[in-house]
């Protein structure tokens, strides 16, 4: 039997709720990134002609139905600022590994900007991610805080403070996890 090459597709498409989700082998990696990213704000490129804006790479749900799996902010601002736009699209084969891997990858990626709270997303990616797949995209033998810190670029003992800091300032604030107070709810 012959091999058949498969290939990838480019389209164009105006890409809004409806017809895009999260691939759920990302959906894990995407809730982590949602809670530890920055509120950057990154240049506008709704005036952009088409063909100029960069590439989103998505699986094919079904004829009109997309799923998203990496490239997390330039999603956000695609749903938030460029809903009526065409976007440049490349529909890739859908290969689970991969799409685990560049999923996890924007999550470890957030580790490199300057305010990051350190101690909470390494306790996310921890509890959240494949020990294997994240020592792999690190390029470490084991997930440990000493290694995170390395990949990260941070020294253990700025990992230690903010750390500290962090526990102390919920200590001084005092107020419960729960907010429903606030609203008259009790219990």
């Known amino acids: 039997m012959k091999n058949k090459t498969l290939r990838s597709t480019q389209k164009l498409l105006v890409l809004s709720s409806e017809n895009l989700t999260i691939h759920p082998d990302a959906r894990t ?58 976007q440049p699209c ?7 590994h991969d799409i685990k891997r560049l999923a996890w990858c924007e999550v470890l990626s957030l580790s490199r900007f300057a305010g990051v709270n350190h101690p909470a997303l390494f306790q996310a990616i921890y509890q959240n991610a494949s020990k294997q797949l994240i020592c792999e995209l690190m ?35 005092g107020l419960p996890k729960n907010m429903n107070w606030m609203n008259g709810r009790h219990g």
Not at 90 to 96: D, G, N, T
Not at 143 to 165: D, P, R
């Open 29 to 86: 990696a995407f809730m982590v990134w949602q809670q530890h990213r920055l509120p950057l704000r990154r240049p506008q490129l709704a005036g952009l002609d088409d063909y100029y804006r960069p590439a989103l790479r998505l699986c094919m749900l079904d004829r009109d139905s997309y799923q998203f799996f990496n490239n997390f902010a330039r999603i956000d601002e695609v749903m938030r600022f460029e809903d009526s736009w065409r």
């Open 139 to 173: 390029g470490v033998p084991r997930l440990t805080v000493s290694n995170y810190c390395h990949f990260a670029g941070i020294s253990q003992s700025s990992y230690e403070y903010q750390q500290c800091k962090v526990a102390c300032d919920e200590t001084l604030l």
């Open 90 to 96: 490349l529909i890739a084969l859908e290969s689970r």
